[in-house]
């Protein structure tokens, strides 16, 4: 069964409304909590690629990445859960996991699937909510999230009308 139905969900999903890179976040983290993303990452089987910059590099251990010079260039490390669909993650800070989904690859219930099975595994692994905010919200209002206590991606917010 779908955590969430895409006929319910469709207008979040909507560039034109949303912005085409909503913002997804683990609040209240830790670098333990950044190490075990790095870690499920590893053994998902998840296509991935660290950069610093436009150099490449092997994903190194979380407490490197975050404990990097004030001014050095934030890294990325960019995750496809499946052929088509790209979330990148940005090390901004230990204090919250903060990564962006485009839009426009996540479009029907077969894509969206793929996007709450990958927001649930991320929660799972770290027993914490991953919520979903439109591009440049505030995180005061998510639209959606992993919820811990269900196990289930929910949604937070109404849905707008079409």
Same mark, same amino acid.
């Given at each position: 069964?779908?955590? /969430?139905?895409?006929? #319910?969900?469709?207008? %979040?999903f ?8 909503p913002?997804? /976040?683990?609040?209240?983290? &830790?670098?333990? #909590?950044? $190490? ?5 990452v590893?053994v &998902?089987?998840?296509?991935?690629q660290?950069?610093?910059? *436009?150099?490449m ?9 975050? &404990?990097?010079?004030? =001014?050095?260039?934030?890294? *990325?490390? !960019?995750v ?8 990148i993650?940005?090390?901004y &800070?230990?204090e919250?996991? #903060? %990564?962006?989904v =485009?839009?426009?690859?996540?479009q029907? $219930? *077969? ?6 099975? %990958?927001?649930?595994?991320?929660? !799972? !692994? ?6 979903m905010?439109?591009e ?8 959606l999230?992993? =919820?811990? *206590?269900?196990?289930l991606?929910?949604?937070l917010?109404?849905? /707008?009308?079409?």
């Amino acid at each position: 069964m779908a955590d /969430l139905l895409w006929d #319910d969900v469709k207008a %979040f999903f909507d560039p034109d409304l949303m912005g085409s890179l909503p913002d997804v /976040l683990v609040p209240d983290t &830790s670098v333990e #909590d950044w $190490q075990t993303v790095l870690d499920l990452v590893g053994v &998902s089987g998840w296509k991935c690629q660290f950069s610093e910059g *436009e150099t490449m590099l092997p994903v190194p251990r979380a407490e490197a990445v975050l &404990s990097r010079p004030a =001014d050095a260039e934030c890294p *990325e490390l !960019r995750v496809w859960p499946a052929a088509g669909v790209l979330a990148i993650f940005r090390f901004y &800070s230990a204090e919250e996991i #903060d %990564f962006d989904v =485009d839009l426009r690859e996540l479009q029907g $219930q *077969e894509r969206l699937d793929v996007f709450c099975g %990958f927001l649930r595994a991320i929660g !799972r !692994r770290l027993g914490k909510p991953v919520l979903m905010d439109s591009e440049g919200g505030d995180h005061s209002h998510p639209l959606l999230g992993f =919820d811990v *206590e269900t196990d289930l991606v929910v949604l937070l917010a109404d849905p /707008l009308d079409d």
